[in-house]
Each structure stands twice: as C-alpha cells, then as structure tokens.
C-alpha cells in the first residue's frame, strides 16, 4: 500500500471503533513499496506492532526481477532497516504450473541463497531470520527442513501453495499442499522452530490454519476482496453486498438483511458496515471492515470459543466444518 492508502486505513480502523487491533501485526515488502509506506510501519512498529518484512519473492513469481537479482538489494535493505521482527529469507516460489524439474531447481536456489543471506546478515538480525519452506514433494521439504535445523532458525516459512490467476499469484489451499504444510509445521515444532504460512488466509480457512497448529499466516485478500466489491464476516466466505443480485457463484451477492442477520450470528460490529451505502461505494470501508474481522476471526479461534464457531460454520460455510472438526479432534 501507498503512504496515502496507510493513512486511510489507519482513519477507518479508528472510525470503526473496535476493541481488537487488526494493525498489531504488520507484513511489508520493504523493496518494493514507497519509502514512506516503510517509514509509516516503522512508526508503528516502535508504538508495540509487531513488523514482518517479506523477500519479495512474490515479485519474482510475477516475473517483475529474476531470483538472483532479489539478492544484494534485499541484503542491503536489511541492513539499513534492523528495527523489524522478522527478516524473510530470499525465497524461489514454485508455483503449480512449473514443471517438476523448475520445482526441484528452485527448492535448491532457495536452499543455496537462504544459506549464503544468512551468513551476509549483520549477527543482531540472525535471531530474526526467516527462510521459507519451498518444495512440491515430501523430500524437496525435507532439504529445506534440514538445511534450515543446521542454520539454529527459531521461524520457517512455508509458501508453496497451489497457485491459480494469469501469474500464479494467488495462492491456494490444495489438500495435497495443505498435507505437506501440516508435516512441515509438526517437523518444526518438533525442533523448537515455529512455522508462519505465506500468502493464505480468509476467513473461513483460519480454522483450519489453526488445526494443523501454524503459528502465523498472512494474506491480502481482505484488501482484494475489497476491490471485488465483497466483504467478509467471521469464518464465513466473502459475499458481494449487492442485494442479492448474483452475478457469479464466485461473486455471490447477498442482501444487506442477510448481512445484518450473520452479523447478529458472528457478533460482528463496526461502524464502518452499519450504512449499506458505504459499503456499497468506498472500497476503504469494506477493506478496513474485512481486516477487522480477520483479527476478529483469529481473536475467537485463539480463545476456543467451539460451539458459536460450529454455529457459524453450519449456517454460513458449511464446506468448511470438517477442518473445523478435526482441528476439534
């Protein structure tokens, strides 16, 4: 996000009047935003907020650099900003269209290069080094795994997600990859490591991000399914505010009455989604709105709060009530 659009955000989440702060935690890709979008974080991350820097691999992903050309400007980066909480290591991200040889060659860039960026960072940013978990396969992961127990890391990543979208930029929860993710996590934690999910989370999947026991996840859908004209409510899918008027099963409209009555059901308020037309016109509102109930949804997955989250899974996802109950389980 731009400084203007920071600026915004930061208005309406105070305009929303809630009693959780979805800006405690804060992920930024240093290199690639406007130097005042840094500045800004760096405001808020000496009032308390915890800041994750990511490498920026997305980018390569997109085709903006080549992999090795993410390294020296990142490192230099680093080096000139040491006030963060977490340092993410330059990862290769394979993505679902790469064949099994591109896969395997970018788990070893991502090994090699993790390795070498380590080494090259100033000693007090060690601590806070993250390398990511790249690898289609069990023993892809595995050579990740290894390399990153030898380096003493506390923080993985783990990013190969299925992908979809014209440049592989969405990232999606695929059994298979979600499989591979639990094992990762139970391998970590088995070695005093924890374990953040890149690129993943809306809210009916915080569940089940919660039963296979990741530590963190983040995700840009709340801002992109604002631009899409949809809003979120706790561990419920997104749902366009547009009167019930269905333009597509992706973009499934529903009725402002509906809205109001899974609010009742979540126990979701701000002030930002009590006037229909504001949801209907600013896309700042409806972000604002769904970063909200993000935290909201990991605030009342973290307390336990089991049979009102079974109510909302039955009445607004119920797709996704088995991961619900084997996080249960």
């Known amino acids: 996000m731009c400084p203007s659009d920071i600026r915004r955000l930061q208005k309406h989440v105070e305009i929303a009047q809630v009693s959780v702060d979805p800006?405690?935690?804060?992920?930024?890709?240093?290199?690639?935003?406007?130097?005042?979008?840094?500045?800004?974080?760096?405001?808020?991350?000496?009032?308390?907020?915890?800041?994750?820097?990511?490498?920026?691999?997305?980018?390569?992903?997109?085709?903006?650099?080549?992999?090795?050309?993410?390294?020296?400007?990142?490192?230099?980066?680093y080096r000139k900003n040491r006030w963060a909480s977490v340092y993410t290591l330059p990862d290769h991200v394979p993505t679902s269209q790469d064949t099994p040889e591109i896969v395997d060659l970018k788990v070893k860039d991502t090994i090699r290069f993790s390795k070498l960026f380590f080494e090259e960072m100033p000693d007090d940013l060690?601590?806070?080094?993250?390398?990511?978990?790249?690898?289609?396969?069990?023993?892809?992961?595995?050579?990740?795994?290894?390399?990153?127990?030898?380096?003493?890391?506390?923080?993985?990543?783990?990013?190969?997600?299925?992908?979809?979208?014209?440049?592989?930029?969405?990232?999606?929860?695929?059994?298979?990859?979600?499989?591979?993710?639990?094992?990762?996590?139970?391998?970590?934690?088995?070695?005093?490591?924890q374990v953040h999910l890149f690129g993943l989370g809306t809210p009916s999947l915080v569940a089940m991000i919660k039963g296979i026991k990741a530590d963190s996840f983040d995700s840009a859908t709340w801002l992109k399914a604002a631009g899409f004209g949809q809003v979120f409510l706790p561990f419920m899918r997104a749902y366009n505010i547009s009167y019930g008027i269905s333009v597509s099963?992706?973009?499934?409209?529903?009725?402002?009455?509906?809205?109001?009555?899974?609010?009742?059901?979540?126990?979701?308020?701000?002030?930002?989604?009590?006037?229909?037309?504001?949801?209907?016109?600013?896309?700042?509102?409806?972000?604002?709105?769904?970063?909200?109930?993000?935290?909201?949804?990991?605030?009342?997955?973290?307390?336990?709060?089991?049979?009102?989250?079974?109510?909302i899974y039955k009445a607004g996802s119920p797709k996704y009530r088995r991961e619900f109950e084997r996080w249960l389980a």
């Open 249 to 311: 099963e992706l973009q499934k409209g529903i009725t402002f009455e509906q809205f109001n009555e899974w609010k009742k059901l979540t126990g979701h308020h701000c002030e930002l989604c009590e006037d229909p037309a504001n949801l209907n016109v600013s896309k700042m509102h409806r972000a604002a709105h769904n970063l909200i109930v993000m935290a909201e949804t990991v605030t009342m997955v973290n307390d336990g709060n089991e049979a009102h989250i079974q109510a």
């Open 23 to 77: 800006l405690q935690n804060v992920l930024i890709t240093p290199l690639f935003v406007e130097r005042g979008s840094v500045e800004l974080v760096q405001q808020m991350a000496e009032q308390g907020r915890f800041v994750m820097f990511d490498s920026g691999g997305y980018y390569v992903q997109r085709g903006r650099l080549r992999y090795e050309e993410l390294y020296m400007p990142l490192l230099t980066t």
């Open 126 to 193: 060690k601590p806070r080094a993250m390398p990511v978990v790249q690898g289609h396969t069990y023993k892809q992961v595995d050579a990740c795994l290894r390399a990153y127990i030898r380096l003493g890391v506390k923080l993985i990543g783990f990013g190969s997600f299925g992908t979809q979208g014209q440049n592989s930029e969405i990232n999606v929860a695929t059994k298979s990859a979600v499989e591979i993710a639990r094992y990762v996590i139970d391998v970590a934690h088995e070695n005093g490591m």
